[in-house]
Structure formats: structure tokens, C-alpha cells
């Protein structure tokens, strides 16, 4: 077998990043491993889902209403176990866990990072094998470092993240983080178990064909979003149209695809749920980070979701987020007087 010495891993691809801080203390690097490292072993357990009894439901209900599967249960178990066991993270919020779980040992009030995930986003799609994924958040806490965290260190506009990533379990397995320096992202080599940098850079195209959103939900949207819909079905051949409708109805990976092929991806308001469903903290704003590092844009229809103050974890925002120019189109539509 001949190895590609080419190939450049997570580890070795964050530690070289961080030779450009001559005083970082590597505790971000540590952080992403520790995700790398449970993202694998969620990986193990979503390939052999079908094999054995980890399907179903768990039979308690999560914070939000909904269902919890048996394996949002273990994915929330690994991500909070590696980060608990680390050195690099205080306290995390789980879209899972009611609460903030702070760490509060002497190596964990020492670290200077908090983070936000959800374990398995787009759990309907478990049983039915499709891609489903992991988003995460982390801030540098505002709490000084040596006290435990508190809920402030939580409740930060998008725009102070320091990094954020997501894993897709899919036909190959991805993990792909951003820190203000770019978006990267590392394909999981199953030979050695490595996550090898395979998206080097990623850009979000200016322009796209691309439009996710749920069409069953078409007449529950505000007027100037059905109007934009109506736009991509109509748009005339020499403007690219009419354009696809893709929404696989996992956040992750409908998300990723216009990441890498251009496009928009909205959850709007509904009349009789004007936050939407997605969440702030655990889908929205790590979403908004990493999109407008890689130079698209995502708003909640009013303003950028990177500006929104949460005033708790759970909270929920209607989401548009995609392409600079498909984002600009919808805009004129739903924001009329602004153009
Ligand atoms: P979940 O947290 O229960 O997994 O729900 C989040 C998912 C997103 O991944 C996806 O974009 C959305 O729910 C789909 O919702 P809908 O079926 O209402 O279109």
C-alpha cells in the first residue's frame, strides 16, 4: 500500500495554523480534536445503526417537545464526555441538555472556551438513512478564566465566535470548522481513521441555483417570501433558471451543498410560529459564522443573525442563509423598502 504523505491531517493542518499566533496556547486546537475524536465515535455508531438496536426512540421527550432518539442520546453522551475530559473547554450547551452543563474542576475553570452543539441535527431522518450531522460553537468566555462559567459566557452574539464546524454523517464523513482565517474541510479517511483536509479553503459561490426550503409549508410564509419562491421557479434560462429545489430536510447537509455549490437555504417564520423552528445557538448563528466567513451572507429576515443578542439557549429564529446574491435577491422581496 503506498501512503500519500501529500495528505494533511486535522492535527497536523490546526498546529500548523497555529505557528502564525506565537503566543496561542493551542487550547482551540485541542478543542477541535476533542470534536474530531467524538465526531468518530458518533460516526461508528450512525454506520451500524442499522444493525443494531440503537434505533428508535430513547422515549423521553427533549427540552424542545420533540422525541429524543436513542442516538441523539449517544451523540450528546461523546461530545459532552471529550469535552468534560479535556483541557480546553468550561461548560458546554447541548440542544439535548435543558441547562448549561458548567464543568466547575480545577482544569475546566482554567480553560478559556465555551461550546454549543447539537449532537444530531436532523434526527427525523435517522431511520430512514439519511445524512444527518453534528453543528458546534465555541466562544472564548467572557467570565474570568479560574471561576466557573456562567450563562453569560453562553449568551454571545454570533459575531464573537471564535470557531465553528459541523460533521456530516453521509455518504463520506466531514468535518468542517471556520475560524475567522477561513472555512476547511477534513473528509474522515476510514483506513486510518484520520480526518484529512480534502475542502481546503471553501468559498460560498456569489451565485447559485440552488433553493432549499420546505414547500409544504409555502402558504404558512410571509408574502415577500412566497414572492422570491415564485421568482426561482420563474427565472428565465439566461439568468440560470428556472432554478432546482433541493431541501433534504437535514439543516447540515442542505446547508453544505449550497456551501459548496451556491445556493439558499431559508426556514422562514410560520403564522403560528413566528421564531421558525431552527435554533439560535446550536444551528443558526454557527451556520451564519461559517457562511460569511466563506463570504455569504445569513440574516433572520430582519437583520444578521451574527448581530442577534440571545436572551436564552434554547431560543429560535426564522434563518435565510446562502449565496451573496441569492441572499440580496431574497432581501428585495422581503425587505422591499430597503432597495
Ligand atoms: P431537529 O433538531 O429535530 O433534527 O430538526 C432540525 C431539522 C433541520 O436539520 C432541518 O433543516 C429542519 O429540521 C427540517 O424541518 P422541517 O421538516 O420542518 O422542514
Known amino acids: 500500500m503506498t501512503i500519500n504523505r501529500r495528505v494533511q491531517t486535522l492535527d497536523e493542518f490546526t498546529i500548523q495554523q497555529l505557528r502564525n499566533f506565537p503566543n496561542a496556547t493551542g487550547e482551540l486546537s485541542g478543542l477541535l480534536r476533542d470534536m474530531g475524536l467524538a465526531a468518530k465515535r458518533v460516526n461508528v455508531e450512525v454506520n451500524k445503526a442499522g444493525l443494531i438496536d440503537i434505533l428508535g426512540d430513547a422515549g423521553s421527550v427533549n427540552v424542545q417537545g420533540e422525541e429524543v432518539k436513542k442516538l441523539d442520546v449517544f451523540a450528546n453522551n461523546q461530545f459532552v464526555g471529550v469535552l468534560r475530559h479535556g483541557i480546553s473547554c468550561a461548560g458546554i450547551g447541548s440542544e439535548e441538555l435543558d441547562d448549561i452543563l458548567?464543568?466547575?474542576?480545577?482544569?475546566?475553570?482554567?480553560?478559556?472556551?465555551?461550546?454549543?452543539?447539537?449532537?444530531?441535527?436532523?434526527?427525523?431522518?435517522?431511520?430512514?438513512?439519511?445524512s444527518i450531522g453534528t453543528i458546534f460553537s465555541v466562544f472564548r468566555r467572557v467570565t474570568p478564566v479560574g471561576t466557573p462559567v456562567t450563562l453569560a459566557d453562553f449568551l454571545q452574539p454570533g459575531i464573537k465566535q471564535v470557531a465553528a464546524g459541523y460533521v456530516i454523517y453521509g455518504s463520506?464523513?466531514?468535518?468542517?470548522?471556520?475560524?475567522?482565517?477561513?472555512?476547511?474541510?477534513?473528509?474522515?479517511?476510514?483506513?486510518?481513521?484520520?480526518?484529512?483536509?480534502?475542502?481546503?479553503?471553501i468559498k460560498c459561490p456569489p451565485a447559485g441555483k440552488i433553493y432549499s426550503v420546505n414547500h409544504g409549508n409555502f402558504f404558512q410564509y410571509e408574502e415577500g417570501v412566497r414572492k422570491y419562491i415564485n421568482v426561482c421557479q420563474q427565472k428565465?434560462?439566461?439568468?440560470?433558471?428556472?432554478?432546482?429545489?433541493?431541501?433534504?430536510?437535514?439543516?447540515?447537509?442542505?446547508?453544505?451543498?449550497?456551501?459548496?455549490?451556491?445556493?439558499?437555504?431559508?426556514?422562514?417564520?410560520?403564522?403560528?410560529?413566528?421564531g421558525g423552528k431552527l435554533r439560535l445557538l446550536y444551528e443558526c448563528s454557527p451556520f451564519a459564522f461559517i457562511v460569511e466567513v466563506a463570504g455569504g451572507l445569513a440574516t433572520d429576515g430582519k437583520q444578521r443573525i451574527l448581530d442577534i443578542q440571545p436572551t436564552h439557549v434554547h431560543q429560535r429564529t426564522p434563518l435565510y442563509i446562502g449565496s451573496k446574491l441569492m441572499m440580496e435577491e431574497l432581501n428585495s422581496y422581503i425587505n422591499p423598502d430597503q432597495s
Open 236 to 274: 428565465e434560462a439566461s439568468e440560470g433558471g428556472p432554478y432546482t429545489q433541493r431541501y433534504i430536510g437535514s439543516m447540515v447537509s442542505d446547508v453544505h451543498r449550497n456551501l459548496i455549490k451556491g445556493g439558499i437555504f431559508m426556514y422562514p417564520a410560520l403564522k403560528d410560529k413566528p
Open 102 to 130: 458548567v464543568f466547575d474542576d480545577e482544569i475546566s475553570n482554567n480553560s478559556k472556551y465555551v461550546c454549543l452543539f447539537d449532537p444530531l441535527d436532523g434526527s427525523a431522518n435517522i431511520d430512514v438513512n439519511v
Open 172 to 201: 463520506s464523513t466531514i468535518l468542517v470548522y471556520a475560524t475567522r482565517r477561513g472555512v476547511n474541510g477534513f473528509t474522515l479517511d476510514p483506513s486510518i481513521g484520520e480526518w484529512t483536509l480534502s475542502h481546503p479553503d
